[in-house]
């Protein structure tokens, strides 16, 4: 892993091959011997972390590492990423097992894609510097999702989402046995990943 990971921190890109896994290839030139392949849930977990984003740039859909700059700053490092990817079940946030553990990669993606829209509307609605016409559209959206959640549901999405809670953490927080609290995340998010997904929120 450690070894296919430094190739794409060094601008190599990652393709989507059967069996839900993902090839990596030391540069774009995909007619040439792949390095190598990481399983799907890991990629998504990448994905959710940050380290690796879609290629605007290609017509295909290729994941290229992250920059810091993307990232608030913070350091994406492969070392980092080993962390992330390799903590122990009870040492996880939720939703990152709640993301290892859905049923398909379509499922797996649909999550890590609605989950991550969420955090980016949070961010930018804290982000004073953003322009008034995004700023307005970021709270629109927010301001649907606090229309359907109580205020303790909005409380702990913000937890689950940006917090990075474990279930432990949940559990404590909010006076819930671990498996409610588990099934509360679930529910919270199929409440909110169904607005970004059918259009009631654009």
């Known amino acids: 892993m450690q070894r296919l990971l430094n190739i ?6 990652a393709a989507a091959r059967k069996n839900d896994s993902w090839g990596v290839w030391r540069g774009r030139d995909r007619r040439r011997r792949c390095a190598g392949t990481i399983a799907g849930h890991d990629i998504d977990l990448l ?14 859909e290729l994941l290229v590492w992250r920059g810091d700059d993307a990232c608030n700053g913070a350091e994406r490092t492969v070392a980092c ?3 992330d990817i390799g903590r122990l079940p009870g040492q996880r946030a ?32 804290a982000d004073s510097s953003e322009a008034p016409h995004t700023a ?32 432990s ?3 404590t ?22 607005l970004y997904e059918n259009g009631r929120i654009a």
Not at 8 to 13: D, E, H, P, S, T
Not at 137 to 157: H, K, N, W
């Open 136 to 167: 307005a559209a970021v709270c629109g959206r927010l301001t649907q999702i606090v229309t359907i959640l109580s205020a303790e549901d909005c409380r702990f999405l913000h937890q689950l989402i940006v917090g990075g809670a474990t279930r």
């Open 173 to 194: 927080r909010f006076a819930l046995r671990p498996d409610a609290a588990q099934s509360k995340a679930i529910g919270i998010l199929r409440e909110v990943c169904a």
């Open 47 to 60: 994905r959710w972390h940050d380290y690796l984003t879609f290629d605007p740039s290609s017509p295909d």
């Open 169 to 171: 953490d949940l559990s």
């Open 81 to 83: 990423a080993l962390e």
């Open 8 to 13: 794409l921190q060094r601008g190599g890109v």
């Open 94 to 125: 939720l939703l990152d097992g709640l993301i290892l553990a859905a049923p398909t990669p379509v499922q797996r993606r649909y999550l890590v894609d609605a989950a991550g829209a969420v955090r980016r509307d949070l961010s930018e609605a």
